[in-house]
């Protein structure tokens, strides 16, 4: 495991599935539907239970889903957390379709919503970089400067931990390397 101290927020990266970490709130990397998918969205769906899924179908009744780049708060249902944030991340179209910003607009609501909802501890996947072909590297950088970005605009969000939650070795290398290489804050 690694880590960083940016101001009174830490920032870890591990290696392990998201289900089984202990945060206030467990981020999802969504589809716009809200309605559950395959890989991470998958496993948040299956060992959250069908409470998850009952908020997500309100939500969308509400506002017709989750546009890419915005986040909503659910229950964590059966999860070891408070809540499920679900943020849906761009597909990787080669860089020609504003996918930075949107996946540093996922990162950025995600945390606003989480500081609102008073949460200390927030779990990030790698979110993009599975089926939707985000570069892993690329969103690796992106994630992190959103990160700082946040911490340092908002120094009172509360927010005491980010963890980074890397389910392949691929990922999990390439946060490790951006945190020894270090954060800037300003």
């Known amino acids: 495991m690694e880590e960083i101290k940016l101001q009174t927020t830490t920032v870890k990266v591990l290696q392990g599935d998201i289900t089984k970490v202990a945060a206030d709130v467990i981020v999802n990397a969504a589809n716009t539907s809200l309605l559950g ?16 899924l009952e908020e997500c179908r309100k ?7 989750c546009q890419v780049g915005e986040a909503v708060v659910t229950t964590a249902g059966n999860l070891p957390a408070s809540f499920v944030i679900h943020t849906v991340g761009p597909v990787w179209n080669g860089g020609t379709n504003g996918e930075e910003q949107k996946l540093m607009n996922c990162y950025a609501n995600t945390l606003h ?12 996947p790698n979110i993009s970089t599975g ?25 009172e969000s509360g927010l005491e931990q980010i963890w980074f939650v890397c389910f ?7 946060y490790r390397e951006r945190l020894r290489e270090g954060l800037e804050i300003e």
């Open 37 to 52: 998918g395959g890989g991470v969205d998958g496993a948040i769906h299956r060992a959250g239970g069908k409470r998850i």
């Open 59 to 65: 939500i969308r009744e509400q506002q017709g889903g």
């Open 113 to 124: 919503l989480a500081s609102k909802n008073q949460a200390r501890s927030i779990a990030f």
């Open 131 to 155: 089926i939707y072909r985000f570069p892993k590297a690329l969103a690796a950088k992106t994630a992190l400067e959103a990160v700082s970005t946040f911490i340092r605009c908002n120094p």
């Open 168 to 174: 392949d070795e691929e990922n999990y290398r390439i």
